[in-house]
């Protein structure tokens, strides 16, 4: 499937995963095979980093289950990890201390290579938590 079909038409996926740190794979391994579904294979590496690190820091810092959500629309591919924890995250950390900090390097490396990112508290539809998301724009 050429790149150029897959700007058409907007879709979303939501994978729910349990704690467990096993679930950063199924989730790197199901979005590269949902982007290259759908002709997005020059974002496949990007993305399969910053959702590793955004389901990670999911499964790590909080004790229910998960989620990983896909979203394309408008030439935007938005990436989120949500979980029942209404905490925010912890701030990423400035790259040039990236080596030497225990916490927060996840974040830095989803600040220096996505377009745009943040977080937001969520509670509707009896879904409580957080998602962090990330976007990169058509490659």
């Known amino acids: 499937m050429p790149e150029t079909a897959a700007v058409s038409d907007p879709w979303e996926y939501c994978l729910y995963i349990p704690n467990d740190l096993r679930a950063v794979t199924v989730s790197r391994r199901t979005l590269r095979l949902i982007l290259t579904m759908h002709g997005l294979i020059g974002q496949v590496d990007v ?53 030497e900090a225990e916490e927060g390097r996840g974040l830095a490396l989803v600040r220096a290579c996505a377009d745009l990112w943040g977080w937001q508290p969520l509670a509707r539809e009896g879904n409580r938590g957080k998602v962090v998301w990330c976007e990169l724009g058509a490659a």
Do not use: F, M, Y
């Open 47 to 99: 993305a399969e980093l910053l959702a590793a690190e955004l389901v990670s820091n999911a499964v790590r810092h909080t004790k229910g289950p998960a989620a990983l959500r896909v979203r394309w629309a408008g030439g935007v591919l938005r990436i989120g990890a949500w979980d029942a924890d209404p905490a925010p995250p912890e701030p990423p950390v400035p790259l040039e201390r990236v080596g």
